[in-house]
């Protein structure tokens, strides 16, 4: 029953979501595609429920070419990464039933070969555009604390939770807090756990 409460809530919100930010969707779109050219929209394969595979949609935030992200991240990417707006194409994620509103974040496909069992755990519930990890430090945390915050998570989720998790999340982007790991523009590379 719950389960089922909180894809509802996922595809109002979404819906109600992708129609309030219609006109920021369309000016970041268009940012984009002036600062960056086309794609404007950044689709990589992600893990989903049980680690299927589906396509995440966000905005581009990176030129084109070699070099690393620091090197690629462009002026305006910085900016839609701290205020989150590159994330807001989830929203057609949500509505398809690939992510919820709240979950853990969908992280690479090549990861998945190097979590304990118990990191796998995180896979047990569709991820999503926030979560506890992401309020609770998002990219400055250490990889083994971010999926204990997810596993955490996953034991403990109800809807009185997600709530409380998307009100902080509005506050952690008028915040800008946590956007980058110290000495990276992101998330450092995840290459297995200590405590595995």
């Known amino acids: 029953m719950q389960d089922a409460l909180k894809r509802l809530i ?14 920021v ?26 680690g299927k595979p589906f396509n995440m ?3 581009r935030t990176m030129r084109s070419g ?7 991240m462009s ?6 990464r701290a ?12 509505l398809k039933g690939e992510m919820s509103l709240v979950g853990p974040r969908p992280l690479l496909m090549k990861y998945l070969n190097l979590y304990t069992p118990e990191q796998s755990r995180r896979h047990e519930v569709r991820p999503g555009i926030t979560g506890w990890a992401q309020v609770n ?25 997600d709530l409380k998790i998307l009100l902080m999340t509005v506050l952690k982007v ?19 756990s200590k405590s595995g």
């Open 137 to 161: 430090g998002r990219n400055r945390q250490s990889w083994d604390d971010r999926f204990a915050l997810d596993i955490w998570y996953v034991n403990n989720r109800k809807l009185g939770l």
């Open 174 to 192: 008028v915040k800008r807090d946590g956007v980058a790991a110290d000495g990276h523009v992101t998330m450092p590379e995840f290459t297995g």
């Open 75 to 80: 002026r305006l990417g910085q900016v839609l």
């Open 10 to 23: 996922d595809m109002v919100g979404a819906f109600v979501g992708l129609v309030v930010f219609s006109p």
């Open 66 to 72: 070699s070099g690393s992200d620091e090197e690629r």
């Open 83 to 94: 205020t989150s707006l590159d994330e807001l194409p989830e929203l057609f994620n949500v």
């Open 25 to 50: 969707l369309l000016v970041v779109a268009i940012l984009v595609r002036i600062k960056l050219g086309s794609p404007v929209f950044f689709v990589q394969e992600r893990p989903g429920l049980n």
């Open 57 to 59: 949609i966000k905005f």
